[in-house]
């Protein structure tokens, strides 16, 4: 009876459904379609919402909601360090982003988030009029920028997990 008292709890359901829900913000770490720590920061208001006082405190949402802002931000502004440090101009970084937003839709996506931007930053400086040098170089430095990007997010996605289960107030 008590098990069956637990599986119709809902903190047992909560709890569930925020495992789940910060498997797929990891995952979304990883896959460029899915993002990863706006899906891990609703997991945790939801169980906020959910579950009011047996929950996180407000704090914690309040830190999370910074942890995944700055996910967001890290995604362009790690990208864009990478490619004004290589040497990109404003075309290298227009044709990474076009194809950033290209290689979204490229299978197998994982990889092709990485290629788009670098191809479309060379492409961009190419057609801008720069040597092919100075292109692949601007082009490497947008996928640099992108997997200090990814670690960065993927860092960030880990602490807001990890930071939730520190948070939760013991159970009775």
Not at 148 to 154: D, E, H, P, S, T
């Amino acid at each position: 009876m008590d098990f069956l008292n637990t599986f119709l709890s809902a903190d047992f359901w909560a709890m569930t459904l925020v495992i789940i829900l910060f498997l797929v913000g990891l995952m979304g770490s990883f896959l460029p379609i899915l993002p990863g720590a706006v899906i891990i920061w609703a997991a945790i208001v939801m169980h906020k919402l959910w579950l009011w006082d047996q929950s996180v405190s407000w704090w914690t949402v309040g830190l999370a909601t910074g942890l995944m802002a700055m996910a967001i931000l890290a995604d362009y502004l790690c990208t864009l360090w990478g490619a004004r440090k290589f040497g990109a101009s404003w075309k290298g970084g227009f044709g990474a982003l076009i194809g950033g937003v290209v290689g979204l839709f490229i299978p197998p996506q994982v990889v092709f988030i990485f290629v788009g931007p670098f191809l479309g930053a060379v492409l961009g400086e190419l057609f801008g009029g720069r040597y092919p040098k100075p292109a692949l170089k601007a082009g490497v430095g947008t996928l640099v920028g992108g997997l200090i990007a990814f670690a960065v997010k993927l860092a960030l996605c880990v602490a807001m997990v990890i930071g939730f289960f520190l948070s939760l107030p013991p159970q009775a």
